[in-house]
């Protein structure tokens, strides 16, 4: 009777995870039916970029808490370039004997069913029928799940952002309770370990409220949630301690303009375009305050309100902070997914509120009526929107078929360059850039340079000549040292730097402040042409002079123990390979794959 009790109890919560489990495991279902019987246990990628975060998983379960550098030998040991306490969450079950691709799968389902069971008490704590939270809760889902299925970021960093509204919303129940004040002091403080962007947020949002409580003279819970920010500041010392360290880096800047940063103070495209659905929400919210008097009695709606409110205008502002900072390291893009769960969860509640009152409601005038439906539509969209988007990379997949087959064969000469040396030692690739991605999750082991390897604390200088070393067969002329500028400079350089220019001068040609004497300056074409061509030309010099000749010593420099040879673009090299001044024996072959080992030097 009591088992029953319990399921009567939460019947709709537990058929909501049973209604996850099924859209997950159809979704994957779909991705592994890609590749068939042609599975080999190379993980897939369930987004463009989920190499990476299997890598850092890999490299923590190799001995490796800092997640110094996946990819590099020489820098395994360093400080990261970005928190890592998100890494750990997901990593936990290899500890446990599972393989990387099975890691994968299971927290695919862990942390799905963890966001959608956390969603669904947010919206139950603010009133919302269970019926209505369990279509809420599949609705948050369904637009995030595209961003669920990213390993790592944001598949773990998300349900913790919820841990922290569900803990500020149970505060605001009982604002004098310690135990209510330690729960946010808690979750606030989980997610500055977990992850920057989110630390941004609860950094703005905490102030906004205490000052929003202090200007309604609540100064009371104005206190008691100062004191929650006072605790979580205190456990959070260490991290902030961490971050100065980061900071101290001679390399520090340059490798977050590799990552990301560009100096601006005008806003990005996201700020924009998701803000403006924020903005339609917000709007939403007091209106319905505003011209609904029975709505303005509801306890629940009143409290909710400014959290709401507040929690979205923080996000605007840290979506919106390079206006005033100046640094914008694709700040709107981070914070658009957090707005993602946020706009889901705000639709949920006032769709709950205008159901419950809305007889009240039609008694407004036809203005105001208007006016009202014109928000929920206009919200509506943005959800519809992003849950269009969702399960957009189940398409993705099926679409990139040939590649998807063709990493399966990656298998086979990684799994021999596991088992032939117990230390880690550095592979050198040949013909593909891409099984660079995979050599850090399937081995224990290193390569000469990836792309992916940009992403942490070294110099821009060492990547240059990682990337040169590698492409010695190649015989690049300059304009593939242009081509391939993405790849060794990493994309604030290539991507974000010329288009944040160009937007600049757009902007001041558009205010005729050219026409008041300002050098407004002149459009350029691409990265390359905003870099300019003493630059490249310099790298192919340098690969000339400096590289070609002493190959050798390069490869010693950067400990190359292996050369993997992908046939398919080298058949040349099949029978056997020397570099000047180091023999190289045939370890492995196969029909696709010769591995080479040096031997000397």
Known sequence: ???????????????????????????????????????????????????????RLKEIFDGHPFVGNPFYLEHNGELALSFFVADWLAAWPLFLGFSISSTVIFNLFFWSWLFTAIFYFVLRCCAVPEKLCLIGALLGYVTSFSILARAVSLQTVLPVFLIFLLAIIIWQKYPTSKKAVWLVAI???????????LTQIIAVFMPLMIVYLSVKHRRREATYLAAA??????????????????????????SMRRVGLVYTHLPATNFFTSGFWVA???GLWFFLWRWVEIIRQDETYKKTLPLYALSGVAMLITSGSNILSGKESENSQHIERFMVVWLAAVFTILVAYALKYRQQIKTNGLGKKITLSALLLIVSAGVLLYAREGFSLVTMVRENRQTVVERQFYAAPLNWLEEQRNESVVIWTLGTDDINNYIPILTKHYVLFAPSGS?????????????????YFDDLTQADIEADFWSYAGVANAVHQYKVYNRRVRVCRLLFLDKLGYNCGELVANAVTFRGENFFSNLYQQYTQEIKPNISEKLRQYHVSYVLVDNLYYPA??????????QADIGYQDSRFTIYKLTNG
């Open 1 to 55: 009777m009591q088992l029953r009790a319990q399921f009567q109890k939460y019947r709709y919560l537990i058929a909501l995870l049973a209604v996850i489990t099924i859209l997950t495991a159809t979704a994957l279902g779909l991705i592994f039916s890609v590749v068939g019987h042609n599975w080999e246990g190379v993980p897939l990628q369930f987004t463009g970029d989920s190499y990476f975060y299997y890598a």
């Open 187 to 197: 979750s606030a403080t989980l997610s500055v370990y977990v992850y920057t962007y």
């Open 229 to 254: 920010c006072a605790l979580a500041f205190i456990a959070s010392i260490p991290f902030l301690a961490y971050t100065w360290q980061q900071i101290q880096s001679p390399y520090f800047w340059e």
């Open 280 to 282: 339609a929400a917000l």
């Open 455 to 471: 992403d942490y604390l070294f110099p821009d200088t060492e990547q240059v000549q990682r990337y040169l070393t590698s492409h």
């Open 573 to 582: 090299l099949q029978t056997n390979i020397i570099i000047i001044g180091i």
